[in-house]
Structure formats: C-alpha cells, structure tokens
C-alpha cells in the first residue's frame, strides 16, 4: 500500500508544477558542477540550472529556457516523454532536444553531441559532454 506522505508529495509537486507552469519566469540557478558532464539542465517545476563556468553563456541559457518552455506547453508529461523520446530516438535525435538546438547550424543539429565534444557547437564546448 502506498503511504500517505507518498501521495501527498505527488499531489504538491502536481500543483506546484501547474502554478510554475502559469508563471512568466523561470528560476535560474548557477550551481558548481552538474551530473554527468553536462553543463544545463532543465529541472521542471524547479527551474534551469547551469555550470557556474557557463553563467555567461547566453546561447547554453536560451538552449535550457527552450526546455522551460516545453515544459510549460506540456506540463509534468513532458518528463515521462522526454526520457522515451530519448530512449527511442538517442539523445541527439530525440524532438525536444531538436527544438532545443535551433541555434546550432545545420551539421550541429543533427550531430550535437560531437559538436560539443569538437568545440564546434554555439552552445558550449566540453570534450566530456554525454560520456
């Protein structure tokens, strides 16, 4: 049987989602590393958070607020979607991601993670990304 502590916390991140969703900011915190080599990341309902080595990057912070914005479209959904959409398709082929790169040329958005990698990416350069 699942507890009621459990399903309260699944009813108050539901509704804090809906209320961040409504909102016309978004939470943007720099933090002194990130997990797995990445350098942002969206965390809906909390907010996007970038490497403090990034807090200047403009490009890497439109790339994460895209993000936000899905999230908003689709509300908690987007999670469970994203993560099958990248499942299916690898991450520089899942749609989300693809909407997200926008600022990247042609090459670059079929093939993001080498152009990160390279150095070549508008995004960001970072030789360990997604190893």
Known sequence: MVSKSIIYSIIGLFAYSQYKRKLNYVNVYYVDSMPNSYNG????PFGVF??????????????????WNQFR????MMLPRYILETWKNGYDKNKYEIEAFHNEDKYCRKHYTECVRSGVAKTVYNPNFRK
Not at 73 to 76: I, K, N
């Open 50 to 67: 970038i490497d403090k080595s990034e807090k200047d990057n403009d490009v890497l912070l439109a790339h994460e607020l895209i993000h």
């Open 41 to 44: 990341m969206s965390i809906p």
């Open 73 to 76: 479209r689709e509300g908690m």
